[in-house]
């Protein structure tokens, strides 16, 4: 896996975190969250801290299977973080400057 693909998706799980605890969701709620991104899979844990951190997981063996009906028309959500918008424009923005 390059190095790229992992630093991104551990920044869109950052980001997702980030907008979950705006939105007032508990860190308890996002517990044991986990994100694939492409064939990465990270996990949300707490550390020896007591801090929440995204740790990298990497099973085995990755298959994921998707229900049609994850692919009718999803709204406004931003592709990367899930995040909805009002619009369209706003969706494609969202994350759009991770991938520089
Ligand atoms: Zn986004």
Not at 92 to 95: A, D, V
């Given at each position: 896996?390059?190095?790229q693909e992992r630093t991104s998706?551990?920044?869109l799980a950052q980001r997702w975190m980030d907008e979950q605890r705006k939105q007032g969701r508990s860190e308890e709620e996002m517990?044991?969250?986990m994100f694939v991104y492409e064939d990465a899979v990270m996990e949300i844990i707490t550390d020896e801290h007591g801090e929440m951190q995204i740790e990298a997981q990497k099973p085995e063996q990755l298959v994921i299977f998707r229900s049609p009906e994850e692919r009718k028309d999803p709204g406004h959500i931003c592709r990367c973080?899930?995040?909805e918008h009002d619009n369209e424009k706003e969706a494609?923005?969202?994350?759009a400057f991770i991938d520089d």
């Open positions: 896996m390059k190095t998706g551990i920044m517990m044991r969250t973080c899930t995040m494609m923005q969202c994350c």
